[in-house]
T-cell receptor, first 113, second 114 residues
Framework: DTGVSQDPRHKITKRGQNVTFRCDPI?????LYWYRQTLGQGPEFLTYFQNEAQLEKSRLLSDRFSAERPKGSFSTLEIQRTEQGDSAMYLCASRGTGVNEQFFGPGTRLTVL | AQSVTQLGSHVSVSEGALVLLRCNYS??????LFWYVQYPNQGLQLLLK??????LVKGINGFEAEFKKSETSFHLTKPSAHMSDAAEYFCAVSPQAAGNKLTFGGGTRVLVKP
């Protein structure tokens, strides 16, 4: 069990640039979740996939955010035209069928200058 | 709709003393409840979960929590704090239905004094 992995672990970018993060879930897990955590706060739900279908998106996910899971395995989260308010830790989690817990990756910390 | 309130953003305990972290939830449907721990610059690790079986749940590292429906609470306890327990703790709720997205509380940072 290699766990959930995320890449990169840290990203520093300038305002206005686009960034893309990758999440590789535990291999047999069909559900994948993205959360955002700002400093001193609990994680907030962004979106989730069941296999390749994106089944729910939070209102936090503005038009500048897009997530994909093209083959039902890894997922990408892209932020276009980054703003300083996008600075946060982006967490990915996965869950298998019949299992009630989500397994979290180490997160990608984004800093927008 | 679901929400979680964690009372106390910071808790300081002496090594060997009782750890008590409070969590109250609001849910319009039967919930699942979770406690996660987060060490600096790391993801979340599950401590324990309530999934409608036993109301007293035991987790890893000596932690336990009790689900009290009448009080809408799921407080986390550990009888004797260890230095390694210094971390941030998050209570979370999810619906039992499909999707199961987690709604987290604001977190409680635990400081353990020698």
């Amino acid at each position: 069990d290699t766990g959930v992995s995320q890449d990169p672990r840290h990203k520093i970018t300038k305002r206005g640039q686009n960034v893309t993060f990758r999440c590789d879930p535990i291999s047999e897990h069909n559900r994948l979740y993205w959360y955002r955590q700002t400093l001193g706060q609990g994680p907030e739900f962004l979106t989730y996939f069941q296999n390749e279908a994106q089944l729910e998106k939070s209102r936090l996910l503005s038009d500048r955010f897009s997530a994909e899971r093209p083959k039902g395995s890894f997922s990408t989260l892209e932020i276009q035209r980054t703003e300083q308010g996008d600075s946060a830790m982006y967490l990915c989690a996965s869950r298998g069928t019949g299992v009630n817990e989500q397994f979290f990756g180490p997160g990608t910390r984004l800093t927008v200058l | 709709a679901q929400s979680v309130t964690q009372l106390g953003s910071h808790v300081s305990v002496s090594e060997g003393a009782l750890v008590l972290l409070r969590c109250n939830y609001s849910s319009s449907v039967p919930p699942y409840l979770f406690w996660y721990v987060q060490y600096p610059n790391q993801g979340l690790q599950l401590l324990l979960k309530y999934t409608s079986a036993a109301t007293l749940v035991k987790g890893i590292n000596g932690f336990e929590a009790e689900f009290k429906k009448s009080e809408t609470s799921f407080h986390l306890t550990k009888p004797s704090a260890h230095m390694s327990d210094a971390a941030e703790y998050f209570c979370a709720v999810s619906p039992q239905a499909a999707g199961n997205k987690l709604t987290f509380g604001g977190g409680t940072r635990v400081l353990v004094k020698p």
